[in-house]
């Protein structure tokens, strides 16, 4: 098949399709038995990530049991800030940079680096779950949004309140911007080798920009962004999600990219009126409600695919990732649903 041919390319150019594509961010991970046999077997998380036979492995094991329409491959926001000089630890109680940015001096001495002399297990892992995938599924490639990552390079981990880099942004915004230039010159290169190494479509993950007002967004986290998504035009679709984001909607609707991903609390309807035409919508099915039985799942799944109404250009997924106390049949039932509704 034309890669350019698969339910999710279509989709993302707004065509008029058959159904809406369906996968699932989060959809690979610990709510199914397989992936964490694979993980004991790994040794870890990190482990999985840096074996290309571990890695595609669970990247295709969802597809294998529910058939989504894309993969997204297994790896981390955080592996490129590994990359660039930081260390990088991944426990129980999540992940922890435990030295990290603070100043000018750390952020100077991080380095922009070639994704595949220094990552070459992500270029490896896209080829081999290529090669594992269905011809119909679309592969996804994705990295962390400038702010997020910095959020993380700079607090150490994830934050509630994220005081530092508030501290940074506000006090030394020179230090700050040649932190996020760094940044943004990452995620364009490693998101360029993902596309070389066969991801037919891109997604960028702003988790942590909801934190900010709407003023702030613009001021310190969209400038970035937009030069992420104007540094991919041309190389693949762009899709973005920013957590928490309503307040700033109309911005992510703004920055050019052929996809924006919705979390649950904003109106898909309202959000595609708002749209007019110029980007695709992801989302937005609540991930807490996988937690209803099947049954329910499968009638609320219904419920917002009748608030879309058939629009093109709509893509569904959830809107955040998939809890990993999960039951696996709460999945099945929503990518059924999908699966068996026509437009
Ligand atoms: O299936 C997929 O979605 C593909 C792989 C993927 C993972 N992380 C695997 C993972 C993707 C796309 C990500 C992105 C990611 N990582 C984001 C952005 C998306 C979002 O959720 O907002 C963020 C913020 C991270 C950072 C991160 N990684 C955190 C905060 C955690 C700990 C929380 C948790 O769920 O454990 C991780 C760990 C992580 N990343 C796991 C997985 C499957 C769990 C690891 C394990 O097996 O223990």
Same mark, same amino acid.
């Given at each position: 098949?034309?890669p350019?041919?698969r339910?999710l390319m279509?989709?993302l150019?707004?065509?008029?399709?058959?159904?809406?594509?369906?996968w699932?961010m989060?959809?690979?991970?610990?709510?199914?038995?397989?992936?964490?046999?694979?993980?004991?077997?790994?040794?870890?998380?990190?482990?999985?990530?840096?074996?290309?036979?571990?890695?595609?492995?669970?990247?295709?094991?969802?597809?294998?049991?529910?058939?989504?329409?894309a993969a997204i491959l297994?790896s981390?926001i955080?592996v490129p800030?590994?990359?660039?000089?930081?260390?990088?630890?991944?426990?129980?109680?999540?992940?922890?940079?435990?030295?990290?940015?603070?100043?000018?001096?750390?952020?100077?001495?991080?380095?922009?680096?070639?994704p595949?002399?220094?990552?070459?297990?992500v270029g490896?892992?896209l080829?081999?779950t290529?090669?594992?995938?269905?011809?119909?599924?679309a592969l996804l490639g994705f990295c962390g949004a400038p702010?997020?990552?910095?959020?993380?390079?700079?607090?150490?981990?994830?934050?509630?309140?994220?005081?530092?880099?508030?501290?940074?942004?506000?006090?030394?915004?020179?230090?700050?911007?040649?932190?996020?230039?760094?940044?943004a010159?990452e995620v364009i290169a490693h998101m360029r080798y993902q596309v070389a190494s066969g991801a037919d479509a891109v997604v960028l993950f702003d988790?942590?920009?909801?934190?900010?007002?709407?003023?702030?967004?613009?001021?310190?986290?969209?400038?970035?962004t937009?030069r992420v998504v104007d540094g991919l035009a041309g190389v693949a679709p762009r899709v973005i999600f920013?957590?928490?984001?309503?307040?700033?909607?109309?911005?992510?609707?703004?920055m050019g990219a052929e996809g924006v991903a919705? $979390?649950?609390?904003?109106?898909?309807?309202? @959000? &595609?009126? !708002? /749209? %007019?035409?110029?980007c695709a919508?992801q989302?937005?099915?609540?991930?807490?409600?996988?937690?209803?039985?099947?049954?329910?799942?499968?009638?609320?799944?219904?419920?917002?695919?009748?608030?879309?109404?058939?629009?093109?250009?709509?893509v569904?997924?959830?809107?955040?990732?998939?809890?990993? $106390?999960?039951?696996?049949?709460?999945?099945? @039932? &929503?990518? !059924? /649903? %999908?699966?068996?509704?026509?437009?």
């Amino acid at each position: 098949m034309n890669p350019q041919d698969r339910l999710l390319m279509r989709a993302l150019r707004r065509e008029t399709t058959e159904r809406a594509p369906v996968w699932l961010m989060r959809q690979a991970g610990r709510y199914l038995p397989e992936y964490r046999a694979v993980r004991k077997e790994a040794g870890g998380f990190m482990e999985m990530i840096r074996e290309p036979r571990y890695a595609a492995e669970v990247t295709i094991q969802p597809i294998r049991r529910f058939g989504m329409d894309a993969a997204i491959l297994f790896s981390d926001i955080l592996v490129p800030l590994e990359a660039m000089g930081m260390k990088l630890i991944f426990d129980d109680h999540g992940p922890s940079l435990p030295v990290p940015v603070r100043d000018r001096a750390a952020i100077d001495a991080l380095r922009v680096v070639d994704p595949a002399a220094t990552m070459p297990f992500v270029g490896e892992a896209l080829k081999l779950t290529r090669a594992g995938l269905p011809d119909e599924t679309a592969l996804l490639g994705f990295c962390g949004a400038p702010f997020t990552l910095a959020s993380y390079a700079i607090e150490g981990g994830t934050s509630k309140q994220f005081s530092y880099i508030r501290k940074m942004m506000y006090l030394d915004f020179a230090s700050f911007s040649v932190l996020m230039d760094k940044l943004a010159e990452e995620v364009i290169a490693h998101m360029r080798y993902q596309v070389a190494s066969g991801a037919d479509a891109v997604v960028l993950f702003d988790t942590w920009a909801g934190s900010l007002t709407r003023a702030d967004y613009q001021r310190y986290a969209a400038p970035w962004t937009k030069r992420v998504v104007d540094g991919l035009a041309g190389v693949a679709p762009r899709v973005i999600f920013a957590g928490e984001s309503g307040h700033f909607l109309d911005d992510l609707l703004a920055m050019g990219a052929e996809g924006v991903a919705l $979390d649950h609390r904003t109106s898909l309807a309202a @959000a &595609f009126d !708002r /749209a %007019a035409g110029r980007c695709a919508l992801q989302g937005n099915f609540d991930p807490a409600a996988l937690f209803a039985s099947p049954q329910e799942v499968h009638r609320r799944t219904h419920a917002l695919l009748d608030e879309v109404a058939g629009r093109p250009g709509h893509v569904l997924n959830l809107g955040h990732g998939v809890f990993k $106390d999960t039951d696996p049949e709460s999945v099945g @039932a &929503f990518v !059924r /649903a %999908a699966r068996e509704r026509a437009r």
